[in-house]
Antibody
């Protein structure tokens, strides 16, 4: 069955960067679109962007350009998201999800990122 | 950006009641709306795609309707496992956006 397994919780200092991972299984990763989403307590969900695993092509929410960088490693069926120059506003739960057509049909379990000195 | 407004913010119901949750778009989006359920401390789960299309494995008591700007998620005879938060998401624009959610709670 389809599974998206995300890396564990992160505690990072302000100004630092963090790289989150999302390992996929149970489907053909190399022809899939993978997305990342942000959820802050509130609750609200924001779409960050997607990456096409086939060729690494990306599309970002303008709000996250310069903040998030999406990459994939087809050999390990893993999607990554780098978040840079972290501030308290980046503290959230981040999900990876498979984007099929225009909806998110499978989600990872989420990873909490805490920004604190 | 296309703004999705969900109402009510909180809905208190008794198990066995049938409910309708609303999602209104700031502009016409055809049927490019999808619904998710998120239980506490879990990731969202896709319930309905393209306004009314069912998803494999989702109970038949969940249904969706609407087009243009007004959309509804209906739950026929709410069960205890249905108490959670429901979100709508639009894909008419390449900038995907979500509503702020409706919390379904036990009365």
């Amino acid at each position: 069955q389809v599974k998206l397994l995300q890396s564990g919780a992160e505690l990072v200092k302000p100004g630092a960067s963090v790289k989150l991972s999302c390992k996929a299984s149970g489907f053909t990763f190399s022809t899939s679109y993978m997305s990342w989403l942000k959820q802050v307590p509130g609750p609200s969900i924001e779409w960050i962007g997607w990456i096409y695993a086939g060729d690494g092509g990306t599309n970002y929410n303008q709000r996250f350009k310069g903040k998030a960088t999406l990459t994939v490693d087809k050999s390990s069926s893993t999607a990554y998201m780098d978040l840079s120059s972290l501030t308290s506003e980046d503290a959230a739960v981040y999900f990876c999800a498979r984007l099929t057509g225009s909806h998110f049909d499978y989600w990872g379990q989420g990873v909490m990122v805490t920004v604190s000195s | 950006n296309i703004v999705l407004t969900q109402s009510p913010a909180t809905l208190s119901v008794t198990p066995g009641e049938s409910v309708s949750l609303s999602c209104r778009a700031s502009q016409s989006i055809s049927t490019s709306i999808h619904w998710y359920q998120q239980k506490s401390n879990e990731s969202p789960r896709l319930l309905i795609k393209y306004a009314s299309q069912s998803i494999s494995g989702i109970p038949s008591r969940f249904s969706g309707s609407g087009s243009g700007t007004d959309f509804t998620l209906s739950i026929n005879r709410v069960e205890s496992e249905d108490f959670s938060i429901y979100y709508c998401q639009q894909s008419y624009s390449s900038l995907f956006t979500f509503g702020s959610g409706t919390k379904l709670e036990i009365k």
